[in-house]
């Protein structure tokens, strides 16, 4: 079966400050991996998402994430984080057939002035 | 473009009493369509799926139910609610095969 792994629960990040967020997942396969991000009281919006190819895909509000096969990891990372960024973000892994998409526990970022 | 909405946004009903959550799609057609339940700290947890009018598929036994009546419309049920209910309630769509999901607004759903 499926399952993601996100190890951090919470994390704080001094604004400025470079950032990682970590993601395992378990699959037989290759999946489809997403980074999703939630503010509080909201509904998600993706982030970025991984298909296939080029292992480091881009995404919007200029984060990154890279695909790790040995590691069965994709991380998420951006170099400078601004205080809007302070939300709750979940990595998410779907299956080959598209209908079920399986969610970690999420990881909140807090962000120091 | 594609818009989603789901509502009520915020619900308080007591334990027995009945829900309905309603999600709708514009501008797309033949979605498949999710309801699922975030609990603190626990993620979003798949409650239903649909990739059709009147297919529904379960994920989790409870005492919840979901229907599709509408290709773009998405209703989650329950005839009497349990404290154990409460939650906040995402619906969202996707298109055919893989992709990413759209999801709405949420709707936070306290039972007492």
């Known amino acids: 079966a499926q399952s993601v792994t996100q190890p951090d629960i919470h994390i704080t990040v001094s604004e400025g400050a470079s950032l990682e967020l970590r993601c395992n997942y378990s699959y037989g396969a290759t999946p489809y991996l997403f980074w999703y991000v939630q503010s509080p009281g909201q509904g998600l919006q993706l982030l970025l998402k991984?298909?296939?190819?080029?292992?480091l895909v881009q995404g919007i509000k200029g984060f990154e994430a890279e695909f790790k096969r040995s590691q069965s990891s994709f991380n998420l990372r951006k170099p400078s984080v601004h205080w809007s960024d302070a939300a709750e973000y979940f990595c998410?892994?779907?299956?080959?057939?598209?209908?079920?998409?399986?969610f970690g526990a999420g990881t909140r970022l807090f962000v120091k002035a | 473009s594609q818009t989603i909405h789901q509502w009520p946004a915020t619900l308080v009903q007591p334990v027995g009493s009945p829900l309905s959550l309603e999600c709708t799609v514009e501008?797309?057609?033949?979605?498949?369509l999710y309801w699922y339940r975030q609990a603190a700290g626990r993620g979003l947890q798949l409650l239903f799926y649909?990739?059709?009018?009147?297919?529904i598929s379960s994920e989790v036994p409870q005492n919840l139910s979901a229907s599709r009546p509408q290709d773009r419309q998405f209703i989650l049920s329950s005839k009497k609610l349990l404290l154990s209910d409460s939650g906040f309630y995402l619906c969202?769509?996707?298109?055919?095969?893989?992709?990413?999901?759209?999801f709405g607004e949420g709707s936070r759903l306290t039972v007492l």
């Open positions: 998410a892994v779907q299956a080959a057939g598209g209908f079920k998409t399986i």
């Open positions: 501008g797309t057609s033949n979605p498949n």
């Open positions: 969202a769509w996707s298109k055919r095969g893989p992709g990413e999901l759209f």
């Open positions: 991984y298909f296939s190819g080029d292992t």
């Open positions: 649909s990739v059709g009018i009147g297919q």
